[in-house]
């Protein structure tokens, strides 16, 4: 069945610092990749997606991931973390019958 | 554009009860889709449609039910509420399908007692 996984319930960072928000994928054929951010009493905004091309994606807020078909992940990363970046991030891959399957989430708390 | 809008934004329900969750979108898209979210578990699909008129079951259907009779309106209904429907509901649009971004309503939050 295809379905993420985002092995860490929690990432803290210091403020300037880089971040990595990890995401493992499990998918027959070519995998539809994406991450999503939820801020406090939100609902989910698209980051980015992986669907084909290059493996380093580029998205929203200065977020990019890093498609790696050897190792089946597609961790989030951002060269200078900042404080507003505090939130709850969930990596999905569509499935073969369309539907989007989410990971459990990961919530990054960035320090001043 | 509003986007997608989700009313209401808080309910309590008592065990039995019944209520339709609204959700509106004013992007023009085809797909639709409901989602709860349970504390740690990330995004369930309910039910989703890919046009006015289509609806399709997802992960979690039971205990829901949807109708499509408009592209902008996708309403979640809820016969007989349980407590195990306690959840925040997430409904969402997109373009031509999920290989596209999916753009999300606030949210409700419905708590079953």
């Known amino acids: 069945a295809q379905s993420v996984a985002q092995p860490e319930d929690q990432v803290n960072v210091a403020e300037g610092n880089p971040l990595t928000v990890k995401c493992t994928y499990s998918?027959?054929?070519?995998?539809?990749l994406f991450w999503y951010v939820q801020y406090p009493n939100r609902g989910l905004q698209f980051l980015l997606k992986y669907i084909t091309g290059d493996n380093l994606v580029k998205g929203s807020y200065g977020f990019e991931a890093e498609f790696n078909k050897s190792q089946t992940s597609f961790h989030l990363k951002k060269p200078s973390a900042l404080v507003s970046d505090s939130a709850l991030y969930f990596c999905?891959?569509?499935?073969?019958?369309?539907?989007?399957?989410f990971g459990a989430g990961t919530r990054l708390t960035v320090k001043p | 554009n509003a986007g997608v809008t989700q009313t209401p934004k808080f309910r309590i329900l008592k065990i039995g009860q019944s209520m339709t969750l609204q959700c509106t979108q004013d992007m023009n898209h085809n797909y639709m889709y409901w989602y709860r979210q349970d504390p740690g578990m990330g995004l369930k699909l309910i039910y989703y449609?890919?046009?006015?008129?289509?609806?399709d079951k997802g992960e979690v259907p039971n205990g829901y039910n949807v109708s499509r009779s408009t592209t902008e309106d996708f309403p979640l209904r809820l016969e007989l509420a349980a407590p195990s429907q306690t959840s925040v509901y997430f409904c969402?649009?997109?373009?031509?399908?999920?290989?596209?971004?999916?753009?999300f309503g606030p949210g409700t939050r419905l708590t079953v007692l």
């Open positions: 449609s890919v046009g006015a008129g289509i609806t």
């Open positions: 999905a891959v569509r499935d073969m019958n369309s539907v989007m399957r």
């Open positions: 998918v027959s054929g070519n995998p539809y």
């Open positions: 969402a649009s997109s373009d031509q399908g999920t290989v596209n971004e999916q753009f």
